[in-house]
């Protein structure tokens, strides 16, 4: 009956001594993107494991409604299995078996890989390796979608056609997202609300919206204003004065 | 893997060319030492595998000593392996264990030969004995090792899309240790034939080995050298063959980073 599909409540997060997240509050309705940035080593994947359920807690509650499918960071695909062997992964169960391979079929279709089924991980380059990842954590029931820097390790211009992909897929098949990543650019691209979090004890100080449709462009005025914003709340010192200034005056 | 400025023909005929450079100069020197009984010639050699290929010799001692090779190799993979995993994912065996395996692995297994003799006799029994012993503790710690070198996201990957633990170990663990156990079977392999022909040698009545100490015996340096001829280009092959389940799609990934 919930909307709220993730609820998370005064969560503060310690290995041994060290606090990674402290206080830390989200609530997440169905259909939402949310992009959690921050710095490298700040808490992103830490949250990301406390959401997923992997990791529990040092204190406060989250409550998850529906099924999640997790997005590694790198290499999460199965080296021993062909690309159609991965993307089954999540239907590998399904009796019906014309049903099973029409799913297969379409998700191959869908991201446009038809030509490579029987090929292995190795064989293909790093752009192609995750869109398959994205399209065995598409396949099958899920309502979660929780992302780890997916992109991260691609060239920039692979990474900015993943981006549309990603948007692409998500029409097809909608989803509810967390996207963690350390790319600015990526996430106001991408996300309806960013969520910066600031270095270790990491916590959620603002969040800001973006309301524009999907896909954007990287050079739209919103998107990079937003980027603009973004810098400066997580790292004030980062822009040369010049530059602030300069965007201060086209704004007036 | 990929060798660079040789074409393929350069890549076949300088094997050759380095073959026949080696013969001739043996046949040059078997001109100045009188003696056969010291220094056979080629064409001897040749003749005395022929001597022993046509009395059917060579195939008996063949079978025999592949028959031990065989025996001794798979108990050695077939207890090894599944110690190795166990150890692999219990720290609790790991530290009981990996100090008396470590100690092992790093004794000769020809040092067990007295005992070999004394236990088990002559004849196959000895030379299997030890070529498990050979074989046997380098594949758990290979095992061992590749089990400790699992990305932990496979298993992660593993939980997510549901798989109990049976599975896990069926579907993840096995096809992810897969490549590098293979790397330890070639070594171990080709460990197992250099032991079969000491032990054939001391502990045998026939097999390879045997025939070679008995050619020795019998002063014909002839068939001893066709002997080890024999011996050098059946562990070529041994490796060759094994060589092949690398090849297999699903398990060349381990050998493309
Ligand atoms: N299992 C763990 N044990 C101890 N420290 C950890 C563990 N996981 C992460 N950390 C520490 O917590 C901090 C946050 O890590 P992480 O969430 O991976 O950061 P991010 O994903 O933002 O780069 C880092 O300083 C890291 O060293
Ligand atoms: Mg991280």
Redesign the pocket.
């Known amino acids: 009956m919930s909307d709220k599909l993730i609820h998370v409540q005064n969560v503060s997060h310690s ?2 001594n ?1 606090t ?1 997240l402290e206080n830390v509050n989200l609530t997440i309705s169905r259909g939402e993107f949310i992009a959690i940035v ?10 990301l ?1 406390l959401i997923s359920g992997y990791e529990n807690p040092s204190s406060g509650s989250i409550s998850r409604n529906g099924k999640l499918r997790m997005v590694y960071q790198q290499d999460g695909l199965l080296p021993w299995l062909t690309v159609i062997e991965n993307v089954g992964l999540g239907i590998r169960h399904l009796r019906d078996a014309e049903e099973k391979n029409r799913q297969l079929k379409d998700a191959i279709e869908l991201i446009g890989l038809e030509g490579f089924e029987q090929h292995y991980p190795h064989q293909l380059s790093g752009g192609m390796r995750q869109r398959v990842e994205l399209a065995r954590a598409l396949t099958g029931e899920s309502d979660i979608l929780l992302m ?2 997916p992109f991260s390790a691609l060239d920039y211009l692979t990474r900015i056609k993943m981006r549309n992909e990603l948007v692409r897929l998500l029409k097809e098949r909608p989803r509810t997202v967390i996207l ?1 990543t ?1 790319d600015i650019e990526e996430a106001a691209q991408l996300a309806d609300r960013i969520i910066p ?1 600031t270095t ?1 004890p990491a916590t959620i100080l603002t969040e800001k919206r973006i309301e524009l449709e999907k896909p954007r462009s990287l050079t739209d005025p919103i998107v990079t204003e937003a980027v603009h914003d973004l810098l400066i709340s997580l790292s004030p010192g980062s822009l040369p004065a010049t530059e602030k200034t300069g965007i201060k005056a086209e704004e007036n | 893997m990929h060798q660079t400025g040789i074409n393929r023909f350069q890549r076949r005929v300088l094997p050759l060319a380095v073959l026949l450079f080696v013969i001739i100069s043996w046949y040059i020197i078997s001109l100045f030492v009188p003696s056969n009984s010291v220094f056979p010639s080629p064409v001897d050699v040749f003749f005395g595998f022929l001597e022993e290929a046509g009395s059917g010799r060579l195939a008996n001692d063949l079978i025999a000593s592949l028959f031990r090779v065989t025996a001794g190799f798979f108990l050695a993979v077939f207890l090894g392996i599944p110690l190795g995993l166990w150890m692999g994912v219990q720290p609790f065996a790991r530290a009981a264990l990996l100090p008396t395996i470590n100690f092992f692995r790093n004794l000769s297994p020809l040092a067990w030969i007295p005992f070999a003799i004394l236990w088990f006799g002559i004849g196959d029994a000895p030379a299997v004995f030890l070529i498990f012993m050979a074989a046997f503790f380098p594949i758990v710690l290979a095992t061992i090792a590749a089990v400790g070198n699992i990305p932990a996201v496979y298993f992660r990957v593993g939980s997510d899309y549901g798989m109990n633990r049976w599975e896990i170990l069926k579907n993840i663990t096995f096809p992810a240790i897969a490549p590098q156990v293979i790397t330890s079977l070639r070594v171990t392999a080709g460990l197992s034939w250099l032991v079969v022909v000491a032990a054939e040698m001391i502990a045998g009545n026939d097999g390879l080995g045997f025939a070679i100490w008995d050619a020795r015996n019998g002063l014909r340096m002839d068939l001893l050298v066709s002997g080890m001829i024999v011996i050098g280009l059946i562990g070529v092959i041994l490796d060759r063959v094994l060589v092949q389940l690398t090849e297999i799609p699903s398990i060349r990934w381990g050998y493309e980073r």
Do not use: I
């Open positions: 290995f041994g060290t990674v921050g710095p490298s080593g700040c808490g992103k994947t830490t949250l494991n780890d820097e963690v350390h979090l270790r």
